[in-house]
Structure formats: structure tokens, C-alpha cells
């Protein structure tokens, strides 16, 4: 994360206190996922494990809500890891979609709500 983003985090924080200290969260979650994101291209079997099975990892272990949370058995529940890996991936190529089409026409784009 560049140090321009967590400027802007900071001053989030600090401009709109009522949120809690979503400033530090965003940070410390762009700061995770960025982490999760230096596995992309390992090879399990020769099969390429997608980089969104590492942001899950992540998420189900970190994450205060998840039942796995500082849990060092989540890995071992691999469907689940990868059920999360597949909502992360499907909300990654539905972003992409969208920013694409805001390049296209250069502004916003309404997303149908």
C-alpha cells in the first residue's frame, strides 16, 4: 500500500471519528490482503492456487467474527477456504466489470440499484 493511501486512511479517521477507527481497519486489511497477494503463483500438484484462496485464508483466520479467528486449523477445512476463495473471486471479476466499464465511458456507471 503506498504511503499516499494510508495518509488518506489516517485523515478518514480523523475527519469522520463516529466510524470507529475504520481508517486503521481499511489499512490494516489492504496491508493483509496486499501480504496474501505475494503467494500468487504457487504450484500445489503443478496446479497454480488461486491468489483469492490466500485473501480467504486470511479473511476466516483474522477476521474477529470468523469462528477460525487466530485459529491455526483453518486451513484444514478446505471447502470452506475455498467456498470463501470462490465468493472473493466472483466479486473480484463483477468489480473488474465494472471498473472496466467506467474506463469505457470515462465517468461512473450505474449498477442497476
Same mark, same amino acid.
Given at each position: 500500500? *503506498?504511503?499516499? +493511501?494510508?495518509?488518506?486512511?489516517?485523515?478518514? &479517521?480523523?475527519?469522520?471519528?463516529?466510524?470507529?477507527?475504520?481508517? $486503521?481497519?481499511? +489499512?490494516?486489511?489492504?496491508?493483509?490482503?496486499? +501480504?496474501? *497477494?505475494?503467494?500468487?503463483?504457487?504450484?500445489?500438484?503443478?496446479?497454480?492456487?488461486?491468489?483469492?484462496?490466500?485473501?480467504?485464508?486470511?479473511?476466516?483466520?483474522?477476521?474477529?467474527? +470468523?469462528?477460525?479467528?487466530?485459529?491455526? $486449523?483453518?486451513?484444514?477445512? *478446505?471447502?470452506?477456504?475455498?467456498?470463501?476463495?470462490?465468493?472473493?473471486? $466472483?466479486? &473480484?471479476?463483477?468489480?473488474?466489470?465494472?471498473?472496466? $466499464?467506467?474506463?469505457?465511458?470515462?465517468?461512473?456507471?450505474? *449498477?442497476?440499484?
Amino acid at each position: 500500500m *503506498t504511503s499516499e +493511501s494510508l495518509r488518506l486512511l489516517e485523515k478518514l &479517521r480523523t475527519i469522520e471519528p463516529e466510524r470507529g477507527d475504520l481508517g $486503521s481497519q481499511l +489499512s490494516f486489511w489492504f496491508t493483509t490482503l496486499d +501480504s496474501a *497477494t505475494q503467494h500468487a503463483g504457487t504450484k500445489v500438484m503443478e496446479v497454480e492456487v488461486p491468489v483469492e484462496y490466500f485473501a480467504a485464508l486470511a479473511f476466516l483466520a483474522l477476521d474477529q467474527a +470468523s469462528p477460525y479467528y487466530r485459529n491455526g $486449523s483453518v486451513g484444514d477445512d *478446505t471447502k470452506l477456504v475455498l467456498d470463501v476463495a470462490d465468493v472473493l473471486q $466472483s466479486t &473480484r471479476t463483477a468489480a473488474l466489470g465494472l471498473l472496466q $466499464s467506467c474506463v469505457e465511458i470515462g465517468g461512473p456507471v450505474s *449498477t442497476g440499484d
